[in-house]
């Protein structure tokens, strides 16, 4: 898909000299000019169609064409676009009690902010002033976020350009069966001994419940509630960052409800309007929402619960609802996850395919019996491209946008994706792997 910058067109060329290109070598930036979607399909400007099999960054869940959430927006663009925080809007009101129905267990209270990032910048904070301690645990395979605070959480790559970052951050191994030396449970054990030896000193352990961009990575059934239970022995609080395990993605409304844990603060951003606007929540239990009605909360943005944001997001979780996209999502992710099995199954390059739902990885590797460890495989720390990018290329050449993390293909198309053009892209990435084997 990406364009060779001699046949970029004036907008291209244009976007490419006056706005930074995102975690990128600026010299490799090549942007090609989407001009429409609809379902799970987008155009570019040359009149390319491609299935969308990642919903961009893994945030598209409504698909490209959810006329209530348009609509939504428009109407409260028109009525009142904006008012400072300060004011309560209808909006935000309803979308607060919204997402306290939606949410697991006893989450009721939610700070707006406009981001992934700025949701788990709340979440910190948050933690750290309920809980009077400052160190934050988190794992090395996961994304947090780019901000300071957030990318300090970050235990990939990604965080190393930011180093040292905020003080107090703890790094933790990780469930990934695939590739590590620990087993899964004896990598939450680990993360027992890690909290007994930092004594009482940890304010929050943050995890993704099923990692995103880092591999897709399930933990087994009984490690979520155990790193709950972990943490509270160690009066520490759990707070899950659903940013991208959010919203139907994994066939239930939460990562965490496929593992019945209410964590006690959550995340949440990306799907919350299926990316129809900016918007990041970050709510949290009656217990912590109590300690700060005498205790100042000392956090805020001017954008924070933008009317505007609101608006989309209540009408994204009404679209949610009545499209019955939550069922949708597990019964077409049951296929997908068939067609994908098949798929590695005929590939040597494929190592793993693992997931749940529409949020599904493919990891590649050297060989089927060479599991390329984290840190010594090539990553986007690196210029140049990798095996994934160009496997990731050639889909696009058959007509499909798949998004690549460090050295996994990933699967988290819109929920709206019929089994047909599961086919579709199955198909189209059958033929980008061959080259890779
Ligand atoms: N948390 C998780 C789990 C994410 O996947 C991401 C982004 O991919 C973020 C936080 C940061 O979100 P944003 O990019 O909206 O700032």
């Excluded at 160190?135 to 990604?158: C, N």
């Excluded at 960052?241 to 959550?266: K, L």
């Excluded at 990891?363 to 990731?392: I, W």
């Amino acid at each position: 898909m990406a364009s060779e910058s001699s046949t970029l067109n004036d907008v291209e060329r244009t976007d490419k000299r006056y706005v930074f290109g995102t975690w990128s070598y600026q010299s490799e930036v090549s942007p090609t000019q989407v001009v429409s979607g609809d379902g799970a399909r987008f155009t570019t400007a040359d009149g390319e169609e491609y299935l969308d099999l990642s919903g961009q960054l893994m945030c598209s869940n409504l698909g490209h064409s959810a006329d209530r959430v348009a609509d939504a927006i428009a109407e409260q663009a028109s009525e009142g676009a904006y008012f400072a925080p300060g004011y309560a809007t209808e909006a935000r009101a309803k979308l607060g009690e919204k997402l306290a129905e939606v949410t697991p267990g006893d989450l009721s209270k939610t700070f707006f902010s406009t981001s992934g990032t700025e949701a788990v910048e709340a979440a910190i904070k948050i933690a750290r002033f309920y809980t009077g301690k400052q160190k934050i645990l988190s794992r090395y395979r996961s994304y947090h976020g780019a901000t300071y605070g957030s990318i300090s959480v970050t235990g990939d790559p990604r965080r190393l350009a930011a180093e040292p970052g905020i003080p107090g951050t703890i790094k933790a191994p990780d469930p990934y069966a695939y590739g590590s030396t620990l087993e899964p449970m004896e990598s939450i054990e680990y993360i027992d001994e890690m909290l007994e030896l930092e004594g009482d000193t940890v304010a929050a352990v943050l995890v993704e419940p099923i990692v995103g961009s880092n591999g897709i990575l399930v933990p087994p059934d009984e490690y979520l509630p155990r790193l709950k239970e972990i943490a509270h022995d160690h009066g520490a609080l759990l707070i899950c960052d659903e940013v991208m395990a959010g919203f139907g993605r994994t066939g239930e409304w939460f990562g965490c409800d496929v593992f019945d844990v209410t964590p006690d603060i959550m995340t949440m951003a990306k799907g919350l309007t299926g990316a129809y606007q900016p918007l990041g929540a970050t709510i949290v239990t009656p217990e912590i929402a109590d300690h700060f009605e005498e205790n100042m909360f000392c956090h805020g943005h001017t954008y924070a619960g933008h009317p505007v944001a609101c608006a989309a997001g209540l009408a994204a979780i009404e679209t949610y609802e009545r499209e019955n996209l939550i069922e949708r999502a597990r019964e077409t992710g049951a296929y997908l996850g068939d067609r994908l099995e098949e798929l590695g199954a005929d590939h040597p390059s494929v190592g793993e395919v693992r997931g749940i739902g529409m949020f599904r990885g493919i990891e590649l590797t050297k060989s089927p019996t060479e599991r390329v460890p984290f840190g010594h495989r090539e990553d986007k720390v690196s210029k140049g491209t990798t095996v994934v990018d160009e496997v990731a290329a050639r889909a696009a050449d058959e007509g499909v946008y798949v998004a690549n993390m460090i050295n996994t293909l990933i699967i988290a198309p819109p929920l709206v994706l019929t089994t047909e053009e599961v086919d579709e892209g199955v198909d189209a990435l059958d033929i980008a792997l061959e080259h890779a084997d």
